[in-house]
């Protein structure tokens, strides 16, 4: 089975902090990505990478960054955290391919409250 | 995401069935999703279906398309108390998806 491996379960960070989330597979995909997740919005797309060293913006970029050096880790770096960025994050992960890129295997979340 | 569409909540009778909508508006979408998030985990894939098809069975769940309205539903058969959790439909965008705002399906005994 894939394994999608986030960091911490639970974050708790000071506004204007720098946080980074985590986030690990075990099976060689290719794609990565992070999404947060609020109540009654569903899950937004942070950003993406299809290959290491590779990112692309995806529909929430503004106050974070990220990180792809190794194939198998994708970084989420909060470069001064904010209040309004308490949410849940998930890290998902695909094989590369038409029918494959959209079949997400995700990680368990990491539930980030900024005081 | 402001483009998938579904209500937000569902209660069902255990050993009843459970059907919960979805609309989406990308026609070009080459499949779409359900997946369900159990409390405290992440989101797992449920079952999809190619949009050229109009029904998919897998065991006691049942996914229709309607292609023209643009609609797309879940159905639970004999539906359980493991059945609860939260349901997001979601569409492929440009090898991304976009998901809804997720139905929370409570399983009543």
């Known amino acids: 089975d894939v394994k999608v491996t986030q960091s911490s379960r639970y974050l708790v960070k000071r506004t204007g902090e720098k946080v980074f989330l985590e986030c690990v597979q075990d099976?060689?995909?290719?794609?990565m990505f992070w999404y947060r997740q609020d109540p009654g919005l569903g899950l937004r797309l942070i950003y993406f990478?299809?290959?290491?060293?590779?990112?692309e913006k995806g529909d929430i970029p503004e106050g974070y960054s990220v990180s792809r050096e190794k194939k198998e880790r994708f970084s989420l770096i909060l470069e001064s955290a904010s209040t309004n960025q308490t949410s849940m994050y998930l890290c998902?992960?695909?094989?590369?391919?038409?029918?494959?890129?959209?079949?997400?295997?995700f990680g368990s979340g990491t539930q980030l409250s900024v005081l | 995401g402001e483009d998938v569409e579904q209500s937000l909540f569902l209660s069902v009778r255990e050993g009843d069935s459970s059907v919960i909508n979805c609309t989406y508006t990308d026609s070009s979408s080459t499949y779409l999703y359900w997946y369900k998030q159990e409390p405290g985990a992440g989101l797992q894939l449920l079952t999809y279906i190619f949009s050229n098809m109009d029904m998919k069975q897998d065991q006691r769940l049942t996914v229709l398309l309607n292609k023209k309205d643009k609609h797309l539903s879940l159905r639970i058969a004999d539906t359980q108390t493991g059945d609860s959790a939260i349901y997001f439909c979601?569409?492929?965008?440009?090898?991304?998806?976009?998901f809804g705002a997720g139905t929370t399906v409570t399983v009543r005994a």
């Open positions: 990478s299809y290959d290491v060293k590779m990112k």
């Open positions: 099976m060689d995909h290719e794609n």
């Open positions: 979601a569409e492929s965008m440009e090898y991304k998806l976009s």
């Open positions: 998902a992960s695909s094989v590369q391919g038409a029918a494959t890129n959209e079949k997400l295997f």
